[in-house]
């Protein structure tokens, strides 16, 4: 069954301190990684990942896909109270994502 | 584009009850798939069609859901009877197409309360 599992399940920080957010992942046939922001409403796409080593970044936010190891961490710099919310990872087989149950984040003033 | 829509936003209903959930795509996508989120579960997989097939469905938890793809631009989930282990949010999904561009857009779910 194909499983993925996220760490730490949720953390409180300061804004302007950096958070390392943790996913690895058993599936078969993995294709892609794939991470989501979601506040009170639905999950919003941030990145997607197919090859191991290369970083992707979006401001703040980036994010690095080891498939050797299976695992994938999402960095935010500088956080700010906006980032709060429950980051999800997916990975994806074919056509289907399997998510990891989020890590919540909480970014205090 | 108004990206994937879900109608109702939320719904309470009795145990017993039937209950249909709906969704519209955006436009172009050949995938839809519904999800189910809960505390205790997170977010999982119900089933997804391509082109309005079904491809898979062995995340529906048992024969009281059902799933149906009429056209290409509507979609509906339903419950019938509908039970408290239920009460979850219900996300729609599309996507564009298969190969490496696996990504999502979700829409903004359906709370279903079942008492």
């Known amino acids: 069954e194909d499983k993925v599992v996220q760490s730490p399940l949720s953390l409180v920080v300061h804004e302007g301190d950096t958070v390392t957010l943790n996913c690895s992942y058993e599936?078969?046939?993995?294709?892609?990684l794939l991470w989501y922001k979601q506040e009170k409403k639905a999950p919003t796409f941030l990145f997607m990942l197919?090859?191991?080593?290369i970083e992707k970044k979006s401001g703040r936010l980036s994010s690095i896909l080891d498939k050797k190891e299976l695992f994938s961490i999402l960095n935010i710099t500088a956080t700010q109270t906006g980032d709060s919310a429950v980051y999800l990872c997916?990975?994806?087989?074919?056509?289907?994502?399997?998510f990891g149950g989020g890590t919540r984040v909480l970014v205090k003033p | 584009d108004a990206g994937v829509i879900q109608s109702p936003r939320h719904e309470v209903t009795e145990m017993g009850q039937e209950v249909t959930l709906r969704c519209k795509p955006i436009?172009?996508?050949?995938?839809l798939f519904w999800y189910r989120q809960t505390m205790m579960r997170g977010l999982e997989l119900l089933i997804y069609?391509?082109?309005?097939?079904?491809?898979?469905d062995s995340g529906m938890p048992e024969d009281r859901f059902s799933a149906k793809m009429p056209n290409a631009s509507f979609s509906t989930l339903k419950i019938q009877p509908s039970e408290p282990r239920d009460s979850a949010v219900y996300f729609c999904?599309?996507?564009?197409?298969?190969?490496?561009?696996?990504?999502?857009?979700f829409g903004p779910g359906t709370r279903l309360t079942v008492l």
């Open positions: 999904a599309s996507s564009f197409k298969t190969g490496q561009d696996n990504e999502q857009f």
């Open positions: 599936v078969t046939n993995f294709r892609s």
């Open positions: 197919t090859s191991s080593g």
């Open positions: 997916a990975a994806a087989a074919g056509n289907k994502l399997t």
């Open positions: 436009s172009g996508h050949d995938y």
């Open positions: 069609f391509n082109n309005n097939v079904p491809i898979d």
